[in-house]
């Protein structure tokens, strides 16, 4: 297992075994797809690629809000200056959290087409 796998651990959460194979359930509670071992591995690989990217956004967005917020409350203890570094703050969370959501779902908008796995009794 590599780095980049390991890092995928939040979509392979998402994946059950089964004797037929891996079963997707997206938040793990949708509605089971049958996949092969080898698009599990795929999309646990893209997500940790994902991630990195995710990570280096946020660094990249909180310096860019430091930055609009040093160019307009320069002192740094201006009131302005808090509430404008939170707001922005805030807005970076929730356009993280989106973005993660986004790329969690990957594979059910991939396998959206297949049928629904029904095995003959539970495991």
């Known amino acids: 297992m590599s780095i980049i796998d390991a890092l995928g651990w939040a979509m392979a959460t998402q994946f059950q075994s089964h004797r037929e194979g891996p079963v997707y359930r997206q938040d793990r509670t949708g509605r089971p ?4 071992e080898a698009e599990r591995r795929a999309f646990v690989r893209a997500f940790g690629w994902k991630f990195l990217a995710h990570v280096a956004g946020l660094m990249a967005a ?3 809000a430091a ?3 040093a160019q307009f ?5 201006e009131p302005g200056g808090f509430v404008l570094m939170g ?4 807005a970076i969370g929730l356009g993280l959290y ?5 790329a969690m ?3 059910s908008r991939a396998l ?3 049928p629904t796995f029904s095995s003959g009794a539970s495991s």
Do not use: N, Q
């Open 112 to 114: 959206s087409g297949r």
């Open 67 to 69: 930055v609009v917020t």
């Open 87 to 90: 707001g922005l703050l805030v």
């Open 73 to 77: 409350y320069p002192k740094g203890d």
């Open 62 to 64: 909180i310096i860019a």
């Open 105 to 107: 779902h990957a594979p």
């Open 98 to 102: 989106a973005s993660v959501k986004w």
């Open 33 to 36: 797809i049958l996949v092969t």
